[in-house]
């Protein structure tokens, strides 16, 4: 092979992340010629840094949690002796790097070629990868550099007492005590599992209610949970101070009556969100601009590509509606590389992609919140279940709730892709699990789940806001009982009118 021919490709991938390694693989199968920079290792911030090492470490804190249950609830006297930190980080890593492997492997299979290098555009259709030379992509380059945590003017993250999301899991052992600044997914995450492990937590976000930009009853119900095992929660709060002492941190807390607390923790730990990797990708050199917030904005949603025709985006760099979300980063990478190989495309429906936050308890849903539902003014339905008035609820005991959006009178529930997740909501609110059944339902615009095992639940749901189904389409059909799964169809029985164990005495059917 010449070397023109080694440096000539259809298409280029920047970045190997979740975004850029789909991107790759399903162009790949198209019968394109694919080239994947990666400047570090293939699998990026998910698999390395969050997802996957952030979830094992739950898995493990979820395996705690279940012994101090068995021994409080159940009469099997059991106790935790001890905790192995090195042992707990060796499967850990263990589990990251057989993920690590398989994907390395898929793109080999591919007949991907992967070249580790810093990589910039020097062109609308070159790229120069540091230490591999210049190439030149035929068909299209796509950015998918990803993102990294965000920190606060003058907080240096020093891997120790000051650490970001990033680095949290990396940090020497645990910490008897930690401060997390971010009341979001990923805040809410390391705050369960520190709380699993034995640590004093307390939870900071400046927002009136964690997961803000969730249903509002998704944050209540899932700061009750946390409270309810010694979490300290504090909302409407904002961190206006810090000390570095020798062994953590001095933290200074204002609440929303003006009080200033001052709280001594071993760690804090900031997760105030993330801000996209464009530095050193040279972007003027292809004549493509970031935005104010240093995203790089598609002008054609439909096909992800930008202002500079034949490059595309995706992933962390997109803007909202993206999500941001590893899930919804394959979604674009599958839409890219069929794009570029001449296939008709449709533009990624964000209102249908699921959002999980993997705490105890853990939260999921899929569509429309109820405040954004209002806002567009339509005529809706909601139904709220708890789960705790099902067999298997009680049986977990660990309370949680399902709430179901749904068009009212047959009203069209556009959800469009302008989604804003956490628009501000009305003061109508769900009550106590009590539904209306006079008048018709039309299609679910979203659902809500808060409790045990509720990751694993969401897929249905997903599926029944995806197709516009109905609650009669899903009251046709059984869910196992005992199960937790069973809470969801008994509350979309009870928006179809057909209802066992759930009142249908008081309305909850509500218009802007």
């Not at 020497?172 to 004093?200: C, D, K, N, Q, T």
């Not at 040279?282 to 590509?305: I, K, N, Y």
Request: hydrophobic share 40%; aromatic share 2%.
């Amino acid at each position: 092979m010449s070397q023109t021919d080694m440096h000539t490709t259809d298409v280029l991938v920047i970045g190997g992340g979740t975004g850029g390694y789909s991107t790759a693989l399903r162009a790949a199968s198209l019968g394109l010629r694919v080239v994947l920079a990666e400047r570090d290792l293939v699998g990026g911030t998910c698999l390395h840094r969050g997802c996957i090492p952030s979830k094992a470490m739950l898995h493990a804190a979820e395996l705690v949690d279940g012994i101090a249950e068995a021994r409080e609830r159940w009469g099997v006297k059991a106790t935790v002796d001890s905790l192995d930190w090195s042992a707990l980080v060796a499967t850990r890593d263990a589990l990251v790097a057989r993920n690590h492997q398989g994907v390395v492997g898929n793109l080999q299979a591919a007949g991907v070629r992967t070249v580790r290098g810093t990589a910039r555009l020097t062109g609308p259709r070159t790229v120069h990868v540091e230490g591999a030379g210049e190439f030149t992509a035929r068909r299209g380059i796509v950015l998918a550099t990803g993102s990294r945590p965000r920190l606060l003017p003058g907080l240096a993250a020093d891997g120790r007492r000051v650490v970001t999301s990033d680095d949290a899991l990396f940090a020497p052992g645990l910490p008897a005590s930690v401060v997390v600044l971010g009341g979001g997914a990923i805040g809410v995450e390391y705050a369960s599992f520190h709380r699993s492990m034995g640590a004093e937590v307390t939870l900071v976000e400046a927002a009136e209610r964690l997961l803000p930009l969730e249903d509002e009853d998704v944050g209540r119900q899932l700061a009750r949970g946390l409270k309810k095992r010694g979490i300290a929660v504090r909302t409407g709060s904002t961190l206006t101070g810090t000390e570095l002492l020798p062994d953590g941190v001095r933290a200074t807390v204002r609440t929303p009556g003006g009080q200033e607390l001052v709280i001594e923790t071993e760690r804090l730990l900031v997760a105030v969100g993330r801000v996209p990797v464009t530095d050193g990708l040279d972007l003027a050199a292809a004549g493509l601009p970031a935005d104010e917030r240093g995203f790089v904005v598609p002008a054609d949603r439909s096909r992800l590509e930008t202002a500079v025709p034949g490059i595309h985006v995706v992933g962390d760099l997109l803007p909202p509606p993206s999500l941001g979300l590893a899930h919804a980063s394959f979604a674009e990478g599958l839409l890219v590389a069929e794009t570029l190989a001449g296939l008709p495309g449709r533009a990624v429906d964000y209102a249908t992609v699921p959002r999980v936050t993997y705490s105890s308890p853990q939260t999921a849903s899929v569509g429309l919140t109820e405040a954004e539902a209002r806002d567009r003014g339509l005529k809706i339905k909601v139904n709220t279940l708890p789960l705790a008035a099902t067999a298997k609820g009680m049986v977990h005991g660990q309370g949680g709730m399902v709430k179901v959006i749904a068009a009212a009178d047959g009203a069209d529930g556009d959800r469009g892709l302008s989604c804003a997740w956490g628009s501000p909501r009305s003061n109508e609110v769900a009550s106590g699990g009590e539904m209306e059944s006079s008048g018709s339902t039309g299609a679910v615009l979203g659902v809500h789940l808060v409790g045990p095992h509720v990751s694993e639940m969401i897929a249905e749901s997903q599926l029944i806001v995806a197709w516009d189904a109905e609650p009669a389409d899903v009251a046709a059909h059984l869910h196992a009982h005992p199960t937790l799964s069973e809470a969801v169809g008994e509350a979309f029985m009870t928006l179809a009118g057909r209802g066992l164990h759930q009142h249908t005495t008081s309305a909850r059917a509500t218009a802007r």
